[in-house]
């Protein structure tokens, strides 16, 4: 398949209600989709060869609420994107990126979710790289408590002629409650023999002994987990350019934050 073919083909949508055995929907609330289902188109973003995007979203739908956003992203050569999203909202809040990279671009996502209660919070991604020279590199935290599910599902599918890519994926999530639960599927899908490609995933808890560390500097419980669960996120928003836009979604996960540990 040519790089051209490979990036305009029309991405499949599902026709029937997803099951378990859909990699894309494993852990996904399935009876809050059928409840919105069909879907909608996702949203397609393409960007021209050379040219430059950055699409800031914030997901913090009504707590009873079935939250789900599509995106198909093409990039020309040399092109680039950048997204950053913070899921935070709904029963079910889902958001998937599926991204085609032709010669030379590069795509860099940041992503957070942060989920108490019942909820489900999802972010699915899809990486193709179809020509030589691409980059990519995802970065992931996730903050759960009580018994809630947030699932990372990140695909890297590198091409035969796609040599010289280099695409990372790093996630990482927090449990506030041995209840709560994470599930990270990190993915790489390689053809090319020249390529530099890495992913890497963690579970854990706070860390006990920072935690009685600022506590016993005279900081309450309380606040010292908010310190240590935004230190925990902070780096994922810090590169957004537009500053009244990373002002807004800091506030956003500093308020979930606190919902979380009240």
């Known amino acids: 398949m040519g790089d051209e073919e490979a990036r305009r083909r029309?991405?499949?949508?599902?026709?029937?209600?997803?099951?378990?055995?859909?990699?894309?929907w494993r852990y996904s609330d399935l009876e809050a989709v059928a409840s919105v289902w069909p879907l909608p188109a996702p949203e397609r973003v393409e960007v021209a060869a050379g040219a430059e995007i950055a699409r800031v979203i914030v997901q913090d739908a009504s707590a009873d609420a079935v939250a789900v956003q599509d995106f198909v992203?093409?990039?020309?050569?040399?092109?680039?994107?950048?997204?950053?999203?913070?899921?935070?909202?709904?029963?079910?809040?889902?958001?998937?990126?599926?991204?085609?990279l032709a010669e030379g671009a590069h795509f860099e996502l940041g992503a957070a979710m942060l989920g108490g209660g019942d909820q489900t919070l999802e972010i699915v991604t899809t990486t193709r790289h179809v020509a030589p020279n691409a980059t990519s590199n995802q970065v992931v935290r996730s903050v759960l408590g009580a018994r809630a599910t947030g699932s990372y599902l990140g695909k890297v599918a590198v091409a035969r002629h796609a040599q010289k890519t280099d695409a990372s994926q790093s996630v990482k999530a927090m449990l506030l409650a041995r209840t709560a639960t994470?599930?990270?599927?990190?993915?790489?899908?390689?053809?090319?023999?020249?390529?530099?490609?890495?992913?890497?995933?963690?579970?854990?808890?706070?860390?006990?002994n920072a935690l009685f560390y600022l506590m016993s500097r005279g900081i309450g419980p309380a606040a010292a987990k908010a310190l240590l669960l935004r230190g925990f996120i902070a780096g994922v928003f810090d590169d957004i350019?537009?500053?009244?836009?990373?002002?807004?979604?800091?506030?956003?996960?500093?308020?979930?934050?606190?919902?979380?540990?009240?």
């Open 73 to 100: 992203v093409m990039l020309g050569a040399g092109a680039r994107a950048t997204f950053h999203v913070l899921n935070t909202g709904g029963r079910l809040g889902r958001v998937t990126i599926d991204v085609t």
């Open 10 to 24: 029309p991405v499949t949508m599902m026709s029937s209600l997803p099951t378990r055995r859909d990699e894309a």
């Open 182 to 208: 994470a599930n990270a599927k990190p993915e790489l899908e390689i053809y090319a023999d020249d390529v530099k490609c890495a992913h890497g995933a963690t579970v854990g808890e706070l860390d006990a």
């Open 241 to 262: 350019a537009d500053e009244a836009a990373r002002e807004t979604v800091e506030a956003a996960a500093a308020a979930a934050l606190e919902r979380l540990l009240a």
